[in-house]
């Protein structure tokens, strides 16, 4: 089995600086994509930053220069490093990762619980 731990959320108010992790355990043989997504309330989740097994990243437009994603695959480990947070940021945020797991040899996507990130105006 596969759990994922999410830590680095919180308050903070505009302009401010946030680190989310996402950390990996259990029967993990290696973890291809790992990806964050982020839920406001009264919308659907968004994809806000991704980065592959080379380390080739991707990030939705609305964080562009202020987000930095991450990953430490000796610690299992993806990192959402977000500076000058705006109120437009408030959601829960999700990491998701791609999951290749050793007995029994499957590949599959798991998600964190969620940490809420709050920014005050």
């Known amino acids: 089995q596969v759990h994922l731990v999410e830590s680095g959320g919180g308050l903070v108010q505009a302009g401010g600086s946030l680190r989310l992790s996402c950390a990996a355990f259990?029967?993990?043989?290696?973890?291809?994509?790992m990806n964050w997504y982020r839920q406001a309330p009264g919308k659907q989740r968004e994809l806000v930053a991704e980065i592959t097994s080379f380390g080739r990243t991707n990030y939705a437009e609305f964080v562009k220069g202020r987000f930095t994603i991450s990953r430490d695959d000796a610690k299992k480990t993806v990192y959402l490093q977000m500076h000058s947070l705006k109120p437009e940021d408030t959601a829960v945020y999700y990491c998701?990762?791609?999951?290749?797991?050793?007995?029994?040899?499957?590949?599959?996507?798991?998600w964190g619980q969620g940490t809420q990130v709050t920014v005050s105006s």
């Open positions: 998701n990762l791609d999951v290749v797991t050793l007995a029994p040899m499957t590949r599959g996507k798991h």
């Open positions: 259990g029967d993990v043989l290696n973890i291809d994509s």
